[in-house]
């Protein structure tokens, strides 16, 4: 069976870069029947844990993935640590060191001045005398001295470190007990079962020396599949500039979780020239072996190019129900799938769709200054005041209302078209007039249409 994880250090939220190494590990894991776990690594207990699962939990919730089994804090796990450390310590696979910092800084000074990659030297490697004094030893493990540590990564093809050159006693436990990093991975990965490690190939170079911790700890080794990093577009390390990192942020500025998802998946990864994904379709492609060698580049408009493709096929409950997160029920209001239907394909976001839902339902509070200044003229209100007159005395629908209307006037729609539609919305951008009339009715058009009046009026018209 695949067993795959995700096992992100806590930062407080959950960053894009995360979500799409929690995606590729959620999918290959789908793909395969096998089984998804999630492990916090939390073991720089000056972290709050809690919160900061809280925060990777509530991404996990939004964007639908789900993970098999308990979450693994690692923090909770120090005594289990602790007894791997001794039975390395016990089968002399590894060994206390007690050198002191002063002696280390000066090792390290020496080989510096030597030109030489600063090491330790393995001065305690096979020590069996009296330890000095004073000195909390560390816990070092036995590397090999000499030959090649290979692997096949199935993403980048074969690996290999030169033990000389990489590798070195490093500590797998500090001296005041704790477990280093690299330690607790190979545990925790081991014990969990972990067959195929999916993560960022900001890692590689710490594989090698997982290698040898499962070697030395008796334990199969997993496959590796180290995914390279998202650049921003010039090709450099992603940040805040670019985009936002914490994945809340995106349902925050109104992106829908299969968009994202369905961006992030095409981060690296392709299927062919296919560029949208349902969760199913990615689930029955996904193959961590396809995974591009090389960055990818994050793309904003892609993102919103993807998200407006979902806004426009998605079923008018769905955005309702995402509309609620920015304060708007429309869950009661009988023209709710009329405005849906309306206004899905304007909208790239959520935010847009609200917004333009509330310009639509809600009384203009104000009037687009831009607009008022072009539009309106001397002749233009005195059609607009004819036009309330006539509304109020026609019996039928809006737009052969208008038609009626011009022709008796003897002008175009173009004459008052946008002159109505900053009465009724505010602005002079909005879907078709008529379209707005139906919605909000006709007591409204009429008061939207005589409070615009009323302010133009008061206001003074400075076009002829
Ligand atoms: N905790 C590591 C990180 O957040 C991931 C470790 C791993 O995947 O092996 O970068």
Same mark, same amino acid.
């Given at each position: 069976?695949?067993?795959t994880?995700?096992?992100p250090?806590?930062?407080?939220?959950?960053?894009?870069?995360?979500l799409?190494?929690?995606?590729? +590990?959620?999918?290959?894991?789908?793909?395969?029947?096998g089984?998804?776990?999630?492990?916090i690594?939390?073991?720089?207990?000056?972290?709050?844990?809690? /919160?900061?699962?809280?925060?990777?939990?509530?991404?996990f919730?939004?964007?639908?993935?789900?993970?098999?089994?308990?979450?693994?804090?690692?923090?909770?796990?120090?005594?289990?640590?602790?007894?791997?450390?001794? @039975?390395?310590?016990?089968?002399?696979?590894?060994?206390?060191?007690y050198?002191?910092?002063?002696?280390?800084?000066?090792?390290?000074?020496?080989?510096?001045?030597?030109? /030489?990659?600063?090491?330790y030297?393995?001065?305690?490697?096979?020590?069996?005398?009296?330890? #000095?004094?004073? $000195?909390?030893?560390?816990?070092?493990?036995?590397?090999p001295?000499?030959? /090649?540590?290979?692997?096949?990564d &199935? $993403?980048?093809?074969?690996?290999?470190f @030169?033990?000389?050159?990489?590798?070195?006693?490093?500590?797998?436990a500090?001296?005041?007990?704790?477990?280093?990093?690299?330690?607790? $991975?190979?545990?925790?990965?081991?014990?969990?079962?972990?067959?195929?490690?999916?993560?960022?190939?900001?890692?590689?170079?710490?594989? =090698?020396?997982?290698?040898?911790?499962? %070697?030395?700890?008796?334990?199969?080794?997993?496959?590796?599949?180290?995914? =390279? *990093?998202?650049?921003? #577009?010039?090709?450099?390390?992603?940040?805040?500039?670019?985009?936002? *990192?914490?994945?809340?942020?995106?349902?925050? *500025? &109104?992106?829908?979780?299969?968009?994202?998802?369905? !961006?992030?998946?095409?981060l690296?990864?392709?299927? &062919?020239?296919?560029?949208?994904?349902?969760?199913?379709?990615?689930?029955?492609?996904?193959? #961590?072996?396809?995974?591009?060698?090389?960055?990818?580049?994050?793309?904003?408009?892609?993102?919103?190019?993807?998200?407006?493709?979902?806004?426009?096929?998605? =079923?008018?409950?769905?955005?309702?129900? %995402?509309?609620?997160? !920015?304060?708007?029920?429309?869950?009661?209001?009988?023209?709710?799938?009329?405005?849906?239907?309306?206004?899905?394909?304007r909208?790239?976001?959520?935010?847009? !769709?609200?917004? *333009?839902?509330?310009?639509i339902?809600?009384?203009p509070?104000?009037?687009?200054?831009?607009?008022?200044?072009?539009?309106?003229?001397?002749l233009?209100? /005195?059609?607009? @005041?004819?036009? $309330?007159?006539?509304?109020?005395?026609?019996?039928?629908?809006?737009?052969?209302?208008?038609?009626?209307?011009?022709?008796? +006037?003897?002008?175009?729609?173009?004459?008052?078209?946008?002159?109505?539609?900053?009465?009724?919305?505010?602005?002079s951008?909005? #879907?078709?007039?008529?379209?707005?009339?139906?919605?909000?009715?006709?007591?409204?058009?009429?008061?939207?249409? %005589?409070? !615009?009046?009323?302010?133009?009026?008061?206001? &003074?018209?400075?076009?002829?």
């Open positions: 069976m695949i067993i994880r995700f096992a250090s806590p930062t407080g939220y959950l960053h894009i870069g995360g799409r190494t929690a995606l590729y +590990n959620y999918l290959w894991a789908k793909r395969n029947g089984k998804f776990l999630l492990r690594e939390d073991t720089d207990l000056k972290r709050n844990s809690l /919160e900061a699962a809280q925060a990777i939990e509530e991404a919730k939004w964007t639908g993935l789900s993970y098999d089994k308990e979450i693994i804090y690692q923090s909770q796990r120090f005594d289990l640590y602790k007894e791997y450390v001794q @039975k390395l310590l016990k089968e002399k696979k590894a060994y206390y060191c050198m002191s910092k002063e002696e280390l800084d000066a090792l390290r000074e020496s080989q510096i001045a030597k030109k /030489e990659r600063p090491r030297n393995g001065k305690y490697r096979d020590f069996e005398g009296i330890p #000095p004094l004073g $000195v909390e030893p560390v816990v070092r493990i036995k590397a001295l000499s030959g /090649e540590i290979i692997f096949e &199935g $993403v980048k093809g074969k690996i290999s @030169k033990a000389e050159d990489i590798l070195d006693d490093f500590i797998i500090r001296s005041d007990g704790t477990p280093t990093y690299n330690f607790t $991975v190979v545990v925790d990965d081991a014990l969990m079962g972990i067959t195929d490690v999916i993560r960022g190939d900001d890692h590689l170079s710490n594989t =090698p020396k997982q290698i040898i911790l499962y %070697e030395a700890l008796g334990f199969k080794i997993p496959k590796f599949f180290h995914v =390279p *990093m998202i650049n921003n #577009p010039q090709g450099k390390k992603l940040s805040k500039r670019d985009g936002a *990192m914490d994945v809340m942020e995106y349902k925050n *500025m &109104g992106y829908l979780s299969e968009a994202l998802l369905n !961006f992030l998946v095409r690296g990864w392709s299927h &062919g020239d296919q560029e949208i994904f349902s969760l199913k379709e990615m689930i029955e492609f996904f193959d #961590p072996h396809d995974i591009n060698a090389s960055a990818s580049s994050y793309n904003q408009q892609k993102l919103e190019w993807l998200n407006a493709c979902y806004i426009k096929n998605a =079923p008018s409950q769905r955005l309702w129900s %995402e509309a609620l997160n !920015f304060g708007l029920d429309m869950r009661e209001n009988k023209n709710a799938d009329f405005l849906a239907d309306m206004l899905r394909e909208a790239k976001t959520v935010v847009q !769709f609200v917004h *333009m839902t509330k310009t339902i809600d009384e509070l104000s009037y687009d200054e831009q607009a008022v200044k072009k539009f309106v003229t001397v233009g209100v /005195e059609y607009l @005041k004819n036009y $309330v007159v006539f509304l109020k005395e026609y019996n039928g629908g809006f737009e052969d209302a208008a038609n009626e209307f011009l022709e008796k +006037n003897g002008i175009k729609l173009k004459d008052i078209a946008q002159l109505i539609r900053i009465a009724l919305t505010g602005s951008v909005s #879907p078709s007039i008529f379209e707005v009339m139906d919605v909000i009715g006709l007591k409204a058009v009429l008061t939207r249409l %005589e409070n !615009f009046i009323y302010f133009i009026e008061k206001k &003074g018209i400075e076009n002829e």
